[in-house]
């Protein structure tokens, strides 16, 4: 009886030919989206590449991010992806300092990023586990251990 190898062979044989396919992508792989620069009376249409890891993954031959993704579970490959993922996620990140930033948020909170806001009360304090609040006995501020 032969043996037989489950599931479908690996599309690269190694990260050097990954490598090439994914520089290839950044080169001259990516969609461009048109976009109009400049004031109204001197304004311009120019063509800016938009990297994406939808786009990247499809680019590679991948049928899903899904299997992009699990490419970066073999040893061999997890350094290589995880940089053109890197590589893509400071494409958003720039797009942060531009007056239209949701679609940016959006897709780096997909990337593992938090939205996290961190509020100041006057009069709290925190110290470890302890919350320290002002409060008034007989007219006299003081502080009391609080919850």
Known sequence: MA?????????????????????????????????????????SIVEIPVPTITGLALFLGFESRQSFYDYEKNAEFTYTIKKSRTFIEREYEELLSTGNVTGAIFALKNMGWIDKTISEIPGIEKIGEIVLTSVKKNGKNTRDKGN
Not at 7 to 14: E, F, I, L, T, W
Not at 16 to 43: C, H, W
């Open 3 to 43: 043996d037989y190898i489950t599931g479908r062979p690996p599309k690269y044989k190694n990260k050097d030919e990954l490598q090439k396919k994914i520089t290839e992508y950044f080169e001259n792989g990516m969609r461009k989206r048109s976009v109009v620069v400049g004031p109204p009376a001197n304004k």
